[in-house]
């Protein structure tokens, strides 16, 4: 599928966060790791005018013309005020024209929010938020270094329902060391009974150089192995499914017509914009990155107006390589019809095997069962991209 | 001085039999023999402190590294006797120092006179000493034991002096006591040498008969031919003739080693030298043959020609297919200077094309492989060794198997395996050690001696099967590296034998079939189904792992399906990070065999097929 080359999605990073949980490897700063004693209320202001510089020159450089949807993503966005976000949105649309049904995301710690502080994230044009519940247990929270109480997670969601968001999404982590299958069962259950219509489930991924990995290489703690985390995923999909949450990703889930178009424009190769520091962009087969560390970022931003740390062109074979190994976490799948002879060749053990669709595959359709999800990235590597390399 | 110029010493083809001494240095790895040899290089001014070097008269790297001659070498030293102060000519015959090369040692032997038996005396005599010296008593060699390493604090030359005495039946003073290393005592030997050792006798009018004890390849001259002539004389230009062949040569270079090689007008009776007649293949004069004269022939052969006979098989495969030409270049190149190397084609399911190659002994095929990795820098797996056996079957056919996959199918009469006598010597702690892992190892003791008080010679009969496995590596370790072992085949015996099969997926993996006593069916067969278990990645789908003999599964392991392997997060920043890491795991992935549907990665086949073998290489290369 090729880009609609007058449409451009916009994520928006907040590089900010209270405290840094401790699986975390995102470009996020406390406070004290960036040495500042302003209030956050000063950096909000300060930062969010190099957003709104950066997406001026946004238009200087993009030939769209619509912005189909906006994410704000973090670190914390709701630690920003809502009218500096709301900025955020309005210089957007001084320059594009959303689309009527554009989505406006934001990320929130189920702590920090409000019902006056949602009703002012709808009012400055806010339409979807998610939540990062993780787990509904305390034990399995404090090994992931997250700090808020699970009964918040259903008080925020109530308080963003009565505000007024429709769409609401909470996201959760399994396979944390320590999570048996009970807690996941109990975490899984607690998420079903709250009024969403979107849940996106992690295994969890041990990154170098977080506090996490540092206990794990001491011993403190075990990451459970594989095939336990595979048990939960597919607890998670029968009891998702069930509560009628179908999978539009590997790792997403939603009623329908309630998908994250945010995500699906990554997946389906779209054009977007990432503005902040470290943020990625993507438009027509060239991805490029901004500097990661605020300070650095502002000291581009106002010297040079550019603050890309650097970039890349797709070769033909690297776009299709990302079509493949993006497709094929999608329930359309990957047609037969653009695949070669080889690729389909390595393909059919797994149709044997009954990690891809025998009914799909018959009609023309390269498609994950659900135990096939779990071999994603082995199916990528051992049949549809090896003859590209 | 007692060293002589070599202009003004006596000129081969003219020496008078009555100077000349030929002798060979029976050691053990180690003891010193290389170094005793630079001495007397030195001490006879063959060689000039300029141009000395440590271990002058190894040729190989591989022989310097690992203290073992692997080839032959005779060296003609000029020497004054201080006894009586006459010029004669000793004949230093190197001889190969292992097990493998007994063949090749008992040519050598056959060349001289007498023998030095050089023994360390902080260790004593070794296994392999031992035998070589029996042989060197069998053929009526005057023995001059000498006591080496004097210079050690550990030295107990009185203790190992004694046990020499035992061995060859002469007084512990008759011993020489020498340091190869400062040189103390050379002299003195060099001059016994001189007086103890008869020298050769033979007809100079009869026609021409010389022994070849060696055959070296050489890129530049083609294959040189060493030689010692019991009779006549041998001339440049003379044709000669290979009795066992009939083949004839043109004789284009006659010459003597001084240490490097010096052309002469022919070699006299008793003399010992080399021969260059432009073959290019050592096959065609090969140890033990007999050269003559072809317009004058010798009626009788020396006694004693074999043809060398492979004991041990084994496949050598590339790991990069694409490298089956270079393996097969290599290989034809050895052969020019390795008559005991045989090979032929061979195909391999798991494996691909490589050969199937036969060797004198397990030392052999490391040396042979080596090479072919060291020479021609490749990188090689091979297969579990195996030895040759006699098979029966069910129609009363005989068939020589000498790789499991050629073992016949379904009823078998009978299958015999070649047995050796072996004989350890060790610590007499280690006498309950040893006689139990003989015991395992389906032996037969012959019997038991006391070199010395705590020292014992014991004697066995067990199948070279056995040997070849890990008996060597496993002999070490219990005994903690004090006992050596010498073995020599004494013929073929029917044994309890099956072949085990090993399959994946219910496909069989023929690198890994291999031929075993029935008692030990069922433990091979768990040690390869749990080692592949543990080698080779899940699948998605399950992989079971079995062993059987015939249609019999005797042992049966399962790899689960891979359950999971996706990273569950793919946002914006996470595609290039994915794309690169999805790159970065194809250059891991490349080499990978297929077995039926099962990807089985190389070095899995390389783990599974070192059976013990790599720790044993680890020790000889010690030792």
């Known amino acids: 599928m090729e880009a609609r080359a007058d449409h451009l999605a916009f994520y928006i990073h907040i590089p900010y966060c209270v405290k840094r949980c401790g699986y975390c490897d995102f470009n996020t700063y406390t406070p004290a790791e960036l040495q500042i004693q302003s209030s956050l209320e000063v950096i909000s202001n300060d930062y969010i005018d190099l957003l709104v510089q950066e997406i001026t020159k946004s238009a200087e450089v993009s030939e769209a013309k619509f912005v189909p949807s906006i994410f704000f993503g973090g670190g914390t966005p709701t630690l920003m005020q809502p009218s500096d976000l709301g900025r955020v949105i309005a210089a957007i649309k001084s320059h594009y024209t959303l689309t009527d049904d554009c989505e406006i995301t934001i990320e929130a710690n189920p702590d920090t929010v409000s019902l006056a502080m949602l009703s002012q994230l709808l009012e400055v044009g806010f339409n979807r938020i998610s939540f990062g519940m993780q787990s509904a247990l305390p034990h399995v929270l404090a090994v992931l270094d997250r700090t808020h109480n699970p009964d918040n997670v259903e008080k925020a969601v109530l308080a963003a329902r009565s505000a007024g968001f429709k769409e609401v999404s909470v996201d959760l982590i399994y396979g944390t060391p320590g999570e048996s299958m009970e807690d996941w069962e109990l975490t899984l259950d607690t998420a079903l009974a709250l009024p969403v219509t979107h849940i996106s489930a992690y295994a969890l991924i041990v990154e170098d150089g977080t506090k996490l990995a540092a206990r794990v290489k001491r011993g403190e703690i075990v990451i459970p192995d594989d095939d336990e985390t595979a048990d939960k995923y597919i607890l998670a999909d029968n009891k998702f499914r069930s509560a009628g949450l179908d999978w539009y990703e590997l790792s997403n889930w939603s009623k329908p017509g309630s998908e994250c178009k945010h995500n699906l424009f990554y997946w389906y190769g779209e054009n977007w914009w990432g503005a902040g520091p470290g943020a990625h962009s993507h438009i027509n087969g060239r991805r490029w990155w901004n500097v990661k560390h605020p300070a650095t970022y502002k000291e581009k931003i106002l010297s040079t107006g550019d603050p890309t740390q650097d970039s890349e062109i797709l070769s033909a074979i690297e776009r299709e390589e990302e079509r493949l190994l993006l497709n094929i976490r999608l329930p359309r799948g990957i047609q037969r019809a653009s695949l070669n002879a080889e690729q389909l060749a390595k393909l059919l053990p797994f149709v044997e095997s009954g990690h891809l669709s025998k009914e799909l595959w018959e009609a023309g359709q390269v498609t994950l069962t659900q135990n096939g999800r779990l071999l994603a990235d082995k199916i990528v590597r051992d049949a549809l991209t090896e003859s590209l390399l | 001085m007692p060293a002589i110029e070599l202009s003004k010493a006596p000129q081969p083809s003219f020496t008078d039999p009555a100077q000349i001494r030929n002798f060979c240095i029976i050691a053990h790895i180690d003891h010193g023999k290389s170094t005793l040899a630079d001495r007397m290089l030195q001490i006879t001014e063959v060689v000039d402190s300029r141009n000395m070097r440590a271990q002058y008269l190894d040729r190989m790297d591989i022989e310097r590294e690992r203290g073992i001659t692997i080839k032959s070498q005779a060296v003609r030293l000029p020497w004054r006797s201080a006894y009586d102060n006459q010029e004669y000519i000793l004949n230093m015959i190197d001889t190969p120092g292992h097990v493998d090369f007994t063949y090749e040692v008992s040519r050598s032997l056959a060349a001289c006179e007498g023998a030095v038996l ?90 021409a008969r010389a022994l070849i004890f060696d055959s070296v390849y050489d890129s530049y001259r083609g294959v040189v031919t060493y030689v010692r002539v019991v009779d006549g004389h041998l001339s440049t230009r003379d044709q000669i003739q290979m009795m066992s062949t009939g083949v004839r040569h043109e004789m284009l270079e006659v010459g003597v080693i001084s240490p490097e090689p010096v052309p002469s007008k022919g070699l006299g009776v008793g003399e010992v030298g080399y021969l260059i007649t432009g073959v290019k293949d050592v096959r065609q004069s090969r140890v033990g043959d007999t050269v003559t004269n072809y317009h004058r022939p010798a009626t009788q052969q020396l006694s004693g020609y074999k043809d060398p006979r492979p004991m041990v098989y084994s496949g050598l495969f590339p790991l990069e297919g694409s490298d089956y030409p270079l393996l097969r270049e290599a290989l034809d190149k050895l052969q020019l200077n390795d008559a005991a190397l045989v090979y032929e084609p061979e195909s391999s399911a798991a494996l691909g094309f490589g050969f199937r190659c036969g060797f004198l002994g397990l030392l052999h095929m490391e040396i042979v492989r080596e090479r072919l ?31 499991p996959s050629e073992f016949p199918e379904g009823k078998i009469m009978e299958v015999k395996e070649p047995i050796v006598r072996a004989t350890i010597l060790a610590p007499s702690e280690f006498i309950g050690t040893i006689m139990e892992l003989c015991q395992q190892r389906r032996g037969t003791l012959l019997g038991m001696d006391y070199l010395s008080e705590d020292r014992v010679e014991i004697r066995y009969t067990l199948p070279l099967a056995e040997i070849v496995f890990d008996f060597f590596d496993q002999l070490k370790s219990r005994t903690r590296g004090y006992a050596s072992l010498d073995y020599e085949p004494i013929g073929e015996e029917a044994g309890d034998l099956v072949k085990v099969d090993i399959l994946l997926q219910s496909e069989k993996v023929d690198a890994f079939s291999a031929i075993v006593h029935r008692d030990k069916a069922y433990a091979y067969g768990m040690s390869m189904t749990v080692k592949l ?63 039926g549907r099962v990807e089985v990665p190389q070095e899995a086949f390389i783990a599974a097929l070192s059976t013990g073998e790599e720790s044993s290489d680890e020790k000889d290369k010690k030792k």
């Open chain 2, 118 to 207: 050089l023994v360390d005396c902080a260790q004593g005599i070794e296994a392999q000493t031992l035998a070589n010296l029996y042989l060197a008593m069998e053929n009526n060699l005057t023995i001059i034991p000498v006591l080496n390493k004097i210079d050690l604090p550990a030295a107990q030359p009185e203790k190992f002096a004694e046990e020499l005495a035992k061995l060859i039946g002469c007084q512990p003073e008759d011993c020489l006591r020498v340091s190869g290393k400062t040189g103390m005592g050379v002299e003195v030997l060099l001059n016994e040498i001189v007086k103890q050792i008869p020298h050769p006798v033979g007809d100079p009018a009869a026609p």
């Open chain 2, 373 to 403: 990795e060291r020479e021609a820098g490749l990188s090689l797996i091979s297969t579990a060794p195996s030895v040759v056996y006699s098979v029966t079957d069910g129609d009363g056919k005989e068939l020589v198997v000498t790789n």
């Open chain 2, 533 to 595: 278990r543990e080698l080779i990645p899940r699948q998605q789908f399950e992989v079971p792992i079995q062993a059987a003999i015939g249609g019999k599964i005797i042992a049966r392991e399962t790899i689960r399906a891979i359950r999971k392997d996706v990273l569950a997060k793919c946002y914006g920043g996470d595609i290039s990070r994915k794309r690169k890491l999805l790159e970065k795991q194809k250059e891991g992935k490349k080499r990978m065999k297929m077995v």
